[in-house]
């Protein structure tokens, strides 16, 4: 898949999912006013309830599943697949408590309370990768290939120190939930081993500039040496 045509299709997946995130409750309210519920106290209630839980998961496999699915196609086409596909996934895992969050805004408070969650963190790391990968080159030189190994040295370290931001949402999946505690354990005592607990802050955020840097030095690279997906966007 070439960086044009996947930067093409994650910015309209996340359009998608913004659209349907909007017009979720309003089909809520139309299936439950359709329902029959009204003859039973409570009942309308409890099924609003059961559809606004589904609607959320439904709503982020409706535009995720895709946006996986470009991942791959993306990263086997870059170069990247072994270590930026898994990483990728980590954190999208990590960004659900936010992304699940994203229809109970009702207001600049709870936009704020969203915004503060651990799962932030996740998030930016993962719309830096898709920034990267949308302006990446399918013939890169050894400059694209030396900031990619760059970013791949950086987004492990951030796997690492990040532990804590997205074993929250991990938790959350189903089937894969279950072995986020013991991951936890196995991470804190990786952490512990290493003495940098009390440093796991200031070092995820380290590693986020670096990150963001090294995605910088490949975009840059790509440009320079005339890299479709950035050119073609951009010329």
């Not at 535009?63 to 991942?71: M, N, R, S």
């Not at 936010?98 to 109970?104: F, I, R, V, W, Y």
């Not at 607990?197 to 840059?220: D, K, R, Y």
């Amino acid at each position: 898949m070439s960086a044009d045509i996947f930067r093409r299709r994650w910015l309209g997946l996340f359009a998608l999912l913004s659209g349907l995130i909007f017009l979720a409750p309003y089909l809520i309210r139309v299936l439950v006013s359709n329902s029959g519920c009204h003859d039973t106290s409570g009942a309308c209630a409890a099924l609003e309830a059961t559809f606004d839980y589904h609607q959320r998961w439904l709503v982020l496999a409706i535009a995720l599943a895709p946006l996986v699915v470009a991942l791959a196609g993306r990263t086997l086409t870059a170069g990247v697949f072994v270590w930026a596909f898994p990483f990728a996934l980590l954190m999208m895992a990590g960004a659900m408590p936010l992304l699940a969050g994203l229809s109970d805004i009702r207001s600049a408070s709870d936009a704020q309370a969203l915004l503060e969650l651990p799962a932030m963190l996740p998030t930016l790391f993962l719309l830096v990768l898709l920034v990267a990968l949308s302006a990446g080159s399918e013939e890169d030189g050894n400059a694209a290939a030396a900031w990619k190994a760059l970013l791949g040295f950086a987004g492990g370290a951030a796997a690492f120190v990040t532990a804590q931001a997205w074993l929250p949402g991990l938790a959350t999946l189903p089937w894969i939930g279950p072995a986020s505690p013991p991951l936890d354990g196995w991470l804190a005592k990786a952490h512990a081993a290493l003495g940098i607990t009390a440093q796991l802050p200031q070092l995820s955020n380290t590693c986020l500039i670096a990150f963001i840097l090294a995605a910088a030095g490949l975009m840059a690279s790509a440009r320079g040496s005339g890299g479709g997906g950035y050119k073609s966007a951009y010329a």
